[in-house]
């Protein structure tokens, strides 16, 4: 019987398992996986075609080396199919995990495109790297991708297939790209910068269905037009993966629902990442990730300690025009306001009291991402 068990490897599993390594006293654990359970970047999936990474080179650490490097298994290639709180055990098939605490690091799935058409079957969305394995020996036969979803990974697979000198046509309901993050003058940039690049954009419209058309695709829009491509990736963001989770009883909101501690509604119970709904937010950012790891790797270890997290900007990896982000709170009353010229921006985000409470930059003005963010109020204090 593991001590702590840990279900998943993407970051927030194993680096809270490295946290747990290096904390005082850290108690037993293993890590138990669907995949390979090899450690690598899933932010690099966005950008692996400009880079000249095939899939296998962005593997970071085989598991091997992982196990070698925390010195406790890693059970790969291990579904579990059930969580038995009250017998703390896990069920993975015809294996059987006992447990003192469970973490759940289990991470969140693509949203699934709801479209109609005999094609409808092969669109693909790209969440790990078997994934975009998949995505990559498909690139290998089509020139023309139609990509579902003008925000942060649509925009980033955009550029990155453009750069590559694949033909991209994005589709999205909103007037401009990023609208949940960019006031519109930086998402008007945004999209005048991918369109040199050779970006064709169907903004203001949805998909409704996919067809077949010869060899290719016929991506069929609300306003009956078709846009004409060999590969359709789905970018319409990603939800908490909660189906362990609500199977066995826990408390559920948009994700596993956890307190300052992130401990989940039964005892022992702890939830961590992207799949995580913390104090009521669900940030599937890298950063919050790095912020909770090691609170929980303490709380663990015999050190209740709360998670905080700082305002934390994102960086979007579109060099057609270079963005950070720092959106304000849900919720949070104001307006933006741009300054600057040219692609180099500065938007900040400020209620009726002249507070920043957010901000977005383009351009060069994105190396004072740090400065500001210094600036704004905690996310979680």
């Not at 006992?98 to 094609?119: K, S």
Request: proline share 8%.
């Amino acid at each position: 019987m593991a001590g702590v068990l840990i279900l998943g490897t993407g970051l927030a599993g194993y680096h809270l398992a490295r946290q747990l390594r290096r904390a005082p006293g850290p108690p037993a654990f293993e890590l138990v996986t669907a995949d390979a359970g090899h450690f690598y970047s899933k932010p690099m999936l966005s950008n692996a075609l400009a880079q000249g990474k095939e899939p296998r080179d962005l593997v970071a650490v085989r598991r091997e080396a992982m196990e070698a490097e925390l010195g406790v298994p890693v059970h790969a290639h291990t579904r579990v199919t059930a969580i038995d709180l009250e017998g703390r055990r896990v069920l993975a098939g015809e294996r059987v995990f006992g447990f003192e605490r469970l973490v759940l690091a289990v991470g969140a799935r693509p949203r699934p495109l709801d479209l109609a058409g005999a094609g409808a079957g092969q669109v693909m969305a790209v969440n790990h790297l078997d994934d975009y394995a998949r995505f990559r020996a498909r690139l290998a036969q089509v020139r023309d991708v139609a990509i579902v979803g003008p925000g942060l990974i649509g925009c980033e697979f955009a550029n990155d297939l453009a750069q590559a000198g694949y033909r991209v046509t994005v589709v999205g309901p909103g007037p401009e790209p990023l609208g949940r993050l960019l006031p519109p003058e930086l998402g008007r940039l945004l999209r005048e910068a991918l369109a040199e690049l050779g970006v064709a954009w169907r903004l203001g419209r949805q998909a409704r269905a996919l067809e077949r058309a010869g060899a290719g695709l016929a991506l069929v829009l609300d306003d009956g037009s078709t846009v004409a491509c060999g590969l359709v990736l789905s970018a319409v963001g990603l939800a908490p993966d909660t189906a362990l989770a609500r199977a066995a009883g826990l408390s559920c909101g948009r994700g596993i629902q956890v307190d300052r501690h992130l401990a989940a509604s039964a005892p022992g119970v702890y939830a961590l990442g992207d799949c995580a709904e913390v104090a009521g937010w669900v940030l599937p950012f890298v950063m919050p990730i790095m912020q909770a790891a090691p609170a929980l790797a303490r709380t663990l270890a015999g050190t209740p300690t709360p998670v905080t997290y700082p305002a934390m900007p994102v960086v979007v990896k579109t060099p057609a025009l270079p963005l950070a982000v720092c959106p304000p709170p849900p919720g949070q009353s104001g307006t933006w306001q741009v300054e600057g010229g040219g692609r180099d921006r500065v938007a900040r985000f400020l209620d009726e009291s002249g507070r920043l409470w957010g901000f977005a930059l383009s351009g060069a003005a994105t190396r004072e991402r740090m400065a500001l963010a210094k600036t704004l109020p905690p996310w979680l204090g």
